[in-house]
T-cell receptor
């Protein structure tokens, strides 16, 4: 069975400082991994996806994530936080044979202080 | 392109009443998903359609939840009768085909009194 664990339920950073949101996954075969963002009262927006090509994946709005098989991790980073980055972030896994079904982590709420 | 449209945005009902949600996917998207997102949790898949056929409804509480996508475009999700634990945001998503990125609507927030 596949699953993802987001290691922090809440992360708070100051504007202009780096962002690190941590995610570990569990999968019996090569997974597809995603990060989605959800702003208040909005649907989810795809930030980036990993599908067994380059291990460093660049997404929208300056975010990137690195797939590390040895550590079963897929952490999300951004060099410099902006106030508009404040939102809920979900790490998501989809595996072979899942017919596109996504399994979401519980989410990490990112707060950005001025 | 227009995104996934959902209505209503908010709904408040009493327990044991019935409620229906509507979703219009992105034009041309064959795959449609309904998710339930309980407060403080990530979305959970309820049902997945490929055109007008059901691909996966293993997590749909079929004693009270039903969904249809009769013409392979719009979809409705119904709850009858509603229970307190059904309070959640119901998200609709669509993708061009299976295993392609999913695009989400803004959801319907359901409150059960």
């Amino acid at each position: 069975a596949q699953s993802v664990t987001q290691l922090d339920s809440h992360v708070s950073v100051s504007e202009g400082t780096p962002v690190l949101l941590r995610c570990n996954y569990s999968s019996s075969y090569s997974p597809s991994l995603f990060w989605y963002v959800q702003h208040p009262n909005k649907g989810l927006q795809l930030l980036l996806k990993y599908t067994s090509a380059a291990t460093l994946v660049k997404g929208i709005n300056g975010f990137e994530a690195e797939f590390k098989k040895s550590e079963t991790s897929f952490h999300l980073t951004k060099p410099s936080a902006h106030m508009s980055d404040a939102a809920e972030y979900f790490c998501v896994v989809s595996g072979r044979g899942s017919q596109g079904n996504l399994i979401f982590g519980k989410g990490t709420k990112l707060s950005v202080k001025p | 392109e227009a995104g996934v449209a959902q209505s209503p945005r908010y709904k408040i009902i009493e327990k044991r009443q019935s409620v229906a949600f509507w979703c219009n996917p992105i034009s041309g998207h064959a795959t449609l998903y309904w998710y339930q997102q309980i407060l403080g949790q990530g979305p959970k898949l309820l049902i997945q359609f490929q055109n007008n056929g059901v691909v996966d409804d293993s997590q749909l509480p079929k004693d009270r939840f039903s969904a249809e996508r009769l013409k392979g475009v719009d979809s409705t999700l119904k709850i009858q009768p509603a229970k307190l634990e059904d309070s959640a945001v119901y998200l609709c998503a669509s993708s061009l085909v299976l295993n392609q990125p999913q695009h989400f609507g803004d959801g319907t927030r359901l409150s059960i009194l």
